[in-house]
């Protein structure tokens, strides 16, 4: 089992939204609005969890449901967009992680969060052309992904035609087909659908509680009408002590104000589980922390930064990921690495290597100047080099006695051999 929990996407600054953008989506944002309104005056105040489930996921009006929100002219844009390389460099990651658990006779590539497709289609010409290798092995694809309209373009991009929605609504499978390369993919709506047990995640766009310490203790920052405006929101620090604060906070905490995600707390233990009995590897590969940033939640419309709380259904929702905390949560389960900066991964990986080979195979001008640029990007600490961290999750006989077997280190995570 291989686990993509990933979404290595980039907010650039340009682009803002078209005026007709605008115009077509205010119908659906007054409609969401309205719809967030009506729960407040009928529950009270909502959390910034629940507030981020129906901004991003609300079956008629999320934003995830009706958005093509990716590339250049989306709201935002994700490494495999940027470069060919980020995807050959993970499809030698997982046929090297494949090739440490003995060569299994199956290999289950699953991705949530999987965009236009695009690291899935990389991967999968990575194993062709490994093809002499993987032959034997019983290679199949699942997707987590809840966008129909994103789903539409991942299967055009993986088997080259449009798929049906399965006519079966009791299975969990709602599309199935053929990629170019011949191997099965599946589309799933939901992470406790994939067979086997496996999980994985899209760790930025998890619903998350914002608490804040006070004189009277931990308290939830919720999202209520704003008396003065009252078709606009506001955040209100809630009245008594917080349930997910006795849960998660730890008594050593010095910030004053926390992000929680108990969702990702449940997928990562499962997963772990998963992989410490099962084998197999897990790679996270998000904007992160350690446990030292305190307000990281934002929008962003068109790779700008845009207010969380107005025109809900047309931003994308995000908050970095804390990894002391997936860490903590993880423990003893399994064993872990990381997390390392995209540019440190990406250089174990041998980004270096494979950006001298292109140059000296290309003779393009335009080409190699695209190569050098896509590469910065990825690269520059000032852009996503430093940005991104990436973890791995490993069975602990992964990491056990490596220097009494045959076992490499884990990719990525420490220099090439090579080098």
């Given at each position: 089992?291989?686990?993509?929990?990933a979404?290595?996407?980039?907010?650039?600054?340009?682009?803002?939204?078209?005026?007709?953008?605008?115009?077509?989506?205010?119908?659906?944002?007054?409609?969401?609005?309205?719809?967030?309104?009506?729960?407040?005056?009928s529950?009270?105040?909502?959390?910034?969890?629940?507030?981020?489930?129906?901004?991003?996921?609300?079956?008629v009006?999320g934003?995830y449901?009706?958005?093509?929100?990716?590339?250049?002219?989306?709201?935002?844009?994700?490494?495999?967009?940027?470069?060919?390389?980020?995807?050959?460099?993970?499809g030698?990651?997982?046929?090297?992680?494949?090739?440490?658990?003995?060569?299994?006779?199956?290999?289950?590539?699953v991705e949530?969060?999987?965009?236009?497709?695009?690291?899935?289609?990389?991967?999968?010409?990575?194993?062709?052309?490994?093809?002499?290798?993987?032959?034997p092995?019983?290679?199949?694809?699942?997707?987590?992904?809840?966008s129909?309209?994103?789903?539409?373009?991942?299967?055009?991009?993986?088997?080259?035609?449009?798929i049906?929605?399965?006519?079966?609504?009791?299975?969990?499978?709602?599309?199935?087909?053929?990629?170019?390369?011949?191997?099965?993919?599946?589309?799933y709506?939901?992470?406790q659908?994939?067979?086997?047990?496996?999980?994985?995640?899209f760790f930025?766009a998890?619903?998350?509680?914002?608490?804040?310490?006070?004189?009277?203790?931990?308290?939830?920052?919720?999202?209520d009408?704003?008396?003065?405006?009252?078709e606009?929101?506001?955040?209100?620090?809630?009245?008594?002590?917080?349930?997910?604060?006795?849960?998660?906070?730890?008594?050593?905490e010095?910030?004053?104000?926390?992000?929680?995600?108990?969702?990702?707390?449940?997928?990562?233990?499962?997963?772990?589980?998963?992989?410490?009995?099962?084998?197999?590897?897990?790679?996270?590969?998000?904007?992160?922390?350690?446990?030292?940033?305190?307000?990281?939640?934002?929008?962003?419309?068109?790779?700008?930064l845009?207010?969380?709380?107005s025109?809900?259904?047309?931003?994308?929702?995000?908050?970095?990921?804390?990894?002391?905390?997936?860490?903590?949560?993880?423990g003893?389960?399994?064993?872990?690495?990381g997390?390392?900066?995209?540019?440190?991964?990406?250089?174990?990986?041998?980004?270096?290597?494979?950006?001298?080979?292109?140059?000296?195979?290309?003779?393009?001008?335009?080409?190699?100047?695209?190569?050098?640029?896509?590469?910065n990007?990825?690269?520059?600490?000032?852009?996503?080099?430093?940005?991104?961290?990436?973890?791995?999750?490993?069975?602990?006989?992964r990491?056990?006695?490596?220097?009494?077997?045959?076992?490499?280190?884990?990719?990525?995570?420490?220099p090439?051999?090579?080098?």
């Amino acid at each position: 089992l291989l686990y993509f929990l990933a979404s290595s996407s980039c907010h650039l600054t340009r682009n803002r939204c078209s005026k007709t953008e605008k115009q077509k989506d205010s119908l659906s944002v007054n409609s969401l609005l309205k719809h967030l309104i009506f729960k407040i005056k009928s529950t009270g105040p909502i959390t910034v969890a629940e507030y981020m489930r129906e901004v991003l996921t609300n079956p008629v009006k999320g934003y995830y449901m009706n958005h093509d929100m990716l590339g250049e002219h989306g709201d935002f844009i994700t490494s495999p967009e940027i470069s060919q390389i980020f995807g050959e460099l993970l499809g030698i990651w997982c046929i090297s992680e494949w090739m440490a658990e003995g060569k299994p006779k199956s290999l289950q590539l699953v991705e949530l969060g999987p965009g236009r497709g695009t690291l899935t289609d990389d991967l999968l010409q990575v194993f062709k052309q490994f093809g002499h290798l993987l032959d034997p092995c019983d290679i199949s694809v699942h997707l987590v992904e809840v966008s129909p309209k994103l789903s539409d373009i991942q299967a055009q991009k993986l088997t080259g035609k449009s798929i049906e929605m399965e006519p079966d609504k009791n299975s969990p499978v709602y599309k199935k087909g053929i990629t170019r390369s011949g191997y099965p993919v599946s589309w799933y709506q939901d992470i406790q659908d994939v067979p086997n047990g496996k999980h994985n995640e899209f760790f930025d766009a998890l619903p998350i509680h914002k608490l804040q310490k006070t004189n009277g203790g931990w308290r939830e920052i919720l999202i209520d009408i704003d008396p003065d405006f009252p078709e606009k929101l506001r955040f209100v620090i809630g009245s008594s002590a917080s349930l997910v604060a006795k849960t998660f906070i730890q008594d050593d905490e010095i910030r004053e104000h926390v992000e929680v995600c108990p969702s990702a707390a449940v997928i990562v233990q499962k997963l772990a589980h998963q992989i410490n009995c099962y084998g197999g590897a897990g790679l996270i590969a998000d904007y992160g922390h350690v446990g030292d940033k305190m307000d990281t939640f934002r929008g962003f419309c068109a790779h700008q930064l845009h207010d969380v709380l107005s025109a809900p259904g047309t931003a994308d929702l995000t908050a970095d990921v804390d990894f002391n905390f997936i860490k903590r949560m993880i423990g003893g389960i399994a064993a872990f690495l990381g997390p390392v900066t995209q540019q440190e991964f990406l250089r174990n990986m041998g980004i270096d290597i494979r950006l001298k080979a292109l140059l000296e195979k290309s003779k393009d001008a335009t080409v190699q100047q695209h190569l050098i640029r896509s590469y910065n990007v990825l690269m520059n600490p000032d852009q996503m080099g430093q940005r991104f961290l990436f973890f791995s999750i490993v069975p602990h006989s992964r990491l056990e006695n490596t220097s009494k077997t045959t076992k490499p280190p884990i990719p990525g995570f420490s220099p090439l051999l090579m080098q």
